[in-house]
């Protein structure tokens, strides 16, 4: 029997200044391949920190727990091998890098995706004839998804992230994921800061890049964006645990009340703040993209 493609077991996160201070309270999550599982859970209650920990952050110690990551202790590999073999992270605030222009940084990022896990002596990834992608494929590959992403061309050559606007940078991410075509990726409020033109791009281009080997873990606030990708399974990580798992119609409940009924429900007192901690997406920003 193969094993799941993502196994997350009672997994502990601390931040390293501060190792008592478990973000983290014990997870347990399994992705199948061909499954999309969204998280969903209220300000502060942890998702990026499961994000950053199943990448490698440096800011975070995991305090027990295991991941499996296709049958390998995930853990135990540096942030740059988890990369290399095919697990994606699309941040929910990405960082800019003046100096570093998009298209050096996208071909950079391939040409390490290509040699793999480890780094195949055989391959030279700048090397057309011994596995590398040539230049000029590796410019249709980009034009190719730039169009499915609907980005202005003239993006790649600017500096990554610099002076982006929101949805240009959430774009950005998605350019890579394309690019990379990763096995398990996880999208980090993909959605924020995203108009309504711009959601429903990005989601196509989310969908259009699905296959049935990979995974994917959508952190999302906002039920809207479930519209538009369906998940297999929907989670409420909430006070560091995942306190519910439910299909779709779990998302739609929380749309409709918030996170105080699902705590409730899990034995977590609710205070006045968690009113104001809902999934209720605000108006779309009708403007263009
Ligand atoms: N490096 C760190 N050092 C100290 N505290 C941290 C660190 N990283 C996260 N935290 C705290 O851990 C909690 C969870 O943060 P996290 O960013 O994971 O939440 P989130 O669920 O992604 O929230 P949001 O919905 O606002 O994005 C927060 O209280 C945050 O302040
Ligand atoms: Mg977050």
Redesign the pocket.
């Known amino acids: 029997m193969t094993e799941p493609l993502l196994v997350i077991r009672d997994l502990h996160v601390a931040?390293?200044?501060?190792r008592e201070?478990e973000?983290l309270q014990g997870i347990d999550l399994t992705v199948d391949a061909g499954e999309v599982h969204a998280i969903m859970?209220?300000?502060?209650?942890?998702?990026?920190?499961?994000?950053?920990a199943l990448m490698g952050h440096p800011?975070?110690v995991i305090t027990s727990g295991e991941v499996r990551f296709k049958g390998m202790d995930l853990l135990a590999l540096s942030a740059d091998k988890r990369a290399r073999a095919g697990l994606f992270l699309a941040f929910?605030y990405p960082a800019a890098v003046p100096g570093l222009s998009v298209a050096s940084f996208l071909r950079t990022m391939l040409n390490a995706r290509r040699q793999g896990l480890e780094k195949d002596p055989d391959v030279d990834p700048s090397d057309p004839t011994r596995g590398g992608i040539s230049m000029g494929d590796f410019r249709r590959l980009v034009r190719e998804k730039m169009q499915l992403l609907k980005m202005d061309e003239a993006v790649a050559s600017r500096y990554v992230n610099d002076g982006f606007s929101g949805g240009e940078k959430k774009r950005l991410e998605m350019l890579q994921m394309a690019i990379l075509q990763p096995e398990m990726a996880i999208l980090?409020?993909t959605d924020s800061g995203l108009d309504i033109d711009a959601l429903r791009i990005v989601a196509e281009g989310v969908n259009a890049q699905l296959r049935p080997e990979m995974g994917v873990l959508l952190?999302t606030?906002y039920q809207r964006l479930l519209n538009y990708i369906k998940p297999d399974v929907v989670h409420v990580?909430a006070r560091?645990r995942i306190i519910a798992t439910g299909g779709r119609e779990l998302a739609l409940r929380l749309e409709d009340e918030g996170y105080a009924g699902v705590l409730r429900e899990a034995g977590y007192e609710v205070d006045a703040s968690d009113s104001a901690l809902d999934a209720r997406a605000p108006e779309p920003v009708e403007v263009g993209a």
Do not use: R
Request: glycine share 14%.
């Open positions: 931040p390293v200044a501060d201070l973000i859970g209220p300000n502060g209650s942890g998702k990026t920190t499961l994000a950053y800011a975070y929910q980090d409020e952190i606030h990580l560091g």
